[in-house]
């Protein structure tokens, strides 16, 4: 049955310096994977996604991923961390198609809180 | 704006109350989803709609119950609710068949208080 988990309940990170958010994932088949930030009283905002090809993602906000087959990771970066990027964080991967509709599951997110 | 508007944003309503949230698209999907959003637990699908069928029911309450009347809009009709139903309820749409690969795009939610 394909999973995600997001070990950590919170990242703490000081501003300026490199963040990573961490997901592993399982599945049966090619994964396709996806990040989503929510911000306080809103809903998920799409980041990313790795379908095939190369391995880094980039997406919106200066975020990128990095897809890594043998660990099945898919973890979260951006190098210079703001304290605007405070959010939650979800990793998510499609689950096998039915329905002829695209059904995620989601791993259950990562608070990431940037010091200034 | 995410193209995905969800009314209300705030409800609170009593356990013998009956309600509805409503969400809408202007994306031009056809596929829609209710999910449920509680604190501390992961992101619970409850509803899918594709083609404005209903193809997917996780075991949900039938004091839920959905409506989607086209590939618009969507509906989550509330009738005797529990106090563990606060949540926050979001609605998501995609391109059913041909949008595989592609995400789904997220309401801002309705934050449901029961008392």
């Known amino acids: 049955a394909q999973s995600v988990a997001q070990p950590e309940d919170q990242v703490n990170v000081a501003e300026g310096n490199p963040l990573t958010v961490k997901c592993t994932y399982s599945?049966?088949?090619?994964?396709?994977l996806f990040w989503y930030v929510q911000y306080p009283n809103r809903g998920l905002q799409f980041l990313l996604k790795?379908?095939?090809?190369?391995?880094l993602v980039k997406g919106s906000y200066g975020f990128e991923a990095e897809f890594n087959k043998s660990q099945t990771s898919f973890h979260l970066k951006k190098p210079s961390a703001l304290v605007s990027d405070s959010a939650l964080y979800f990793c998510?991967?499609?689950?096998?198609?039915?329905?002829?509709?695209?059904?995620?599951?989601f791993g259950a997110g990562t608070r990431l809180a940037v010091h200034p | 704006e995410t193209g995905v508007t969800q009314t209300p944003r705030h409800l609170v309503m009593g356990m013998t109350n009956k309600k509805s949230l409503k969400c809408e698209q202007h994306?031009?999907?056809?596929?829609m989803y209710w999910y449920k959003q509680s604190a501390k637990k992961p992101l619970e699908l409850m509803f899918v709609?594709?083609?404005?069928?209903?193809?997917e029911n996780n075991s949900v309450p039938s004091r839920f119950s959905p409506e989607c009347p086209n590939s618009s809009h969507l509906f989550l009709h509330l009738h005797t609710l529990q106090p563990e139903d606060s949540a926050l309820y979001l609605c998501?749409?995609?391109?059913?068949?041909?949008?595989?690969?592609?995400?789904?795009?997220f309401g801002d939610g309705t934050r449901l208080s029961i008392l």
């Open positions: 709609y594709s083609l404005e069928e209903r193809v």
């Open positions: 790795y379908i095939t090809g190369d391995n």
């Open positions: 599945v049966s088949g090619n994964p396709y």
């Open positions: 998501a749409s995609s391109q059913a068949l041909t949008g595989h690969n592609q995400p789904q795009h």
């Open positions: 994306l031009g999907h056809n596929a």
């Open positions: 998510a991967v499609r689950c096998s198609i039915s329905g002829g509709y695209n059904k995620l599951i």
